[in-house]
């Protein structure tokens, strides 16, 4: 049975920050899940809504892999991406690797893997298979979904091959870390910059400060909105916080990756990030917990309270970016 010895295969809140970890620490570089995400510049916001959409939805993260790349090309690590549209060629990408003693990360459609709690469809869960017996593959995913865990090959297969919003053609890839590394101590404020910038400068109105302040005009009407708000605004909240963010929408994360950055850097402007973004997680879960009411209620004044909050959101997110963008 071919299995990645002595591998560290804790799991932690985030799918793509998870799969990295074990990828790295493997390599002999242990940073914690807020460094991961922060090094990969992967705080964000979109405000997501169409015609042919049950309900819009909210992301607090770049897309699927962006994080990845961005991390790997920031600490100039070598990263190895094997797509392709044959099943057969599929499983020999992740089965290589894995006789040769590597872990490989995937990114596939997490509806078809056996242990999943939640069956819905998101083609842009990232996990770390680390070893595969004749019917299981034995992966790494979140804490909340059970850190170690196995699958079947044939749900595994489906998971790989589905077609849909976010998904990637059987992607796998592996990950080394050169002689050379650069110190991600150095590369701290680049990471952040970069960050902001695209927060603050956002191309559509959906996107960063930008789509916060879209939200908050939407929210008090998503009881309009959904067919069956019971269902649609507390699915919407669990998304905000339990569903691989950290909570708060990813919020908890960057501001915890500003602690430790903090801990690091003597800076005023890192500082003011940091408290902003404290600030921000806090309300991110009122929002959360509001929506969740509202659905369970139906009373729209707790919607319109939500708007209220993601205005002073947007506020504040714009003002903690702009303190970071001039560190």
């Known amino acids: 049975m071919p299995m990645v010895r002595d591998l560290d295969v804790r799991g932690t809140q985030h799918c793509e920050t998870t799969a990295l970890g074990v990828l790295l620490r493997h390599e002999g570089l242990d940073l914690s899940e807020p460094m991961l995400f922060g090094l990969g510049s992967g705080l964000s916001f979109i405000y997501w809504d169409s015609k042919g959409m049950g309900f819009p939805f909210l992301g607090g993260r770049v897309k699927p892999f962006e994080l990845t790349r961005n991390l790997v090309a920031t600490l100039g690590l070598e990263l190895l991406v094997e797509e392709t549209t044959s099943p057969r060629k599929a499983w020999q990408n992740v089965a290589a690797p894995i006789d040769a003693g590597r872990p490989v990360g995937l990114q596939l459609d997490s509806y078809h893997l056996d242990y999943f709690s939640t069956k819905v469809h998101f083609g842009g869960h990232v996990v770390a298979m680390y070893g595969y017996d004749e019917q299981a593959a034995y992966l790494v995913d979140t804490a909340p979904q059970g850190g170690a865990v196995s699958t079947g090959l044939a749900g595994l297969a489906r998971a790989r091959a589905e077609r849909g919003p976010m998904t990637a053609r059987h992607r796998s890839f592996t990950?080394?870390?050169?002689?050379?590394?650069?110190?991600?101590?150095?590369?701290?404020?680049?990471?952040?910059?970069?960050?902001?910038?695209?927060?603050?400068?956002?191309?559509?109105?959906?996107?960063?400060h930008r789509g916060i302040e879209k939200t908050a005009k939407q929210v008090p009407k998503w009881l309009r909105r959904s067919d069956s708000p019971q269902e649609d605004l507390p699915r919407a909240a669990a998304l905000m916080e339990r569903a691989g963010t950290g909570?708060?929408?990813f919020r908890n994360l960057y501001r915890d990756f500003l602690a430790e950055c903090s801990q690091l850097i003597a800076d005023s402007h890192l500082r003011t990030g940091h408290s902003l973004y404290a600030e921000a997680a806090t309300l991110w879960t009122q929002v959360a917990a509001l929506v969740a009411t509202a659905g369970e209620t139906g009373d729209a004044n707790d919607l319109v309270r939500a708007g209220s909050i993601l205005h002073e959101l947007s506020r504040v997110e714009r003002e903690a970016m702009r303190a970071l963008s001039l560190l």
């Open 175 to 208: 990950i080394t870390v050169p002689g050379s590394l650069t110190s991600p101590r150095d590369r701290i404020i680049p990471a952040i910059k970069t960050c902001a910038d695209a927060f603050l400068n956002p191309p559509i109105a959906n996107l960063g």
């Open 247 to 249: 909570g708060a929408l």
